[in-house]
């Protein structure tokens, strides 16, 4: 049903222009080992190699995004904290980060996957 369709919609004979909200929460993962709540197997994350971040202008984007659009964020980090650049994007909006165990003691208030 498209938004002219629905009743709460109709005022007095005119159609009100509503804007979908597409998203309210995203989650983010900041770099490819990272692992969700729910532990998986992600072979990046026990890979020996450096960690691949997130390119800064991508996040910077998706921080403006969240920050103009009232949206929730969840930052997914690997086992390595994220560099300062990235660390200080993240800083700038309300969010909640999902770390492993090895980084609980560096994000107090985070949520912790056990392995």
């Not at 002219?4 to 005022?11: G, I, K, V």
């Not at 800064?56 to 904290?81: M, Q």
């Not at 993240?90 to 996957?113: N, T």
Request: charged residues 25%; positive net charge; hydrophobic residues 45%.
């Amino acid at each position: 049903m498209c938004a002219a369709q629905r009743p709460e919609a109709r005022t007095r004979g005119t159609v009100r222009q509503t804007t979908p909200r597409r998203w309210a929460h995203l989650l983010v993962l900041v770099e490819e080992g990272a692992v969700a709540f729910c532990h998986y197997e992600n072979p990046r994350f026990y890979a020996p190699a450096k960690p691949r971040w997130m390119a800064a202008p991508l996040l910077g984007a998706i921080v403006r995004h969240a920050e103009k659009n009232d949206v929730a964020l969840t930052f997914l980090l690997g086992r390595e904290r994220p560099p300062r650049n990235l660390e200080r994007l993240m800083d700038r909006v309300a969010h909640i980060k999902i770390v492993p165990q090895e980084l609980c003691a560096d994000y107090p208030g985070s949520i912790v996957v056990l392995d």
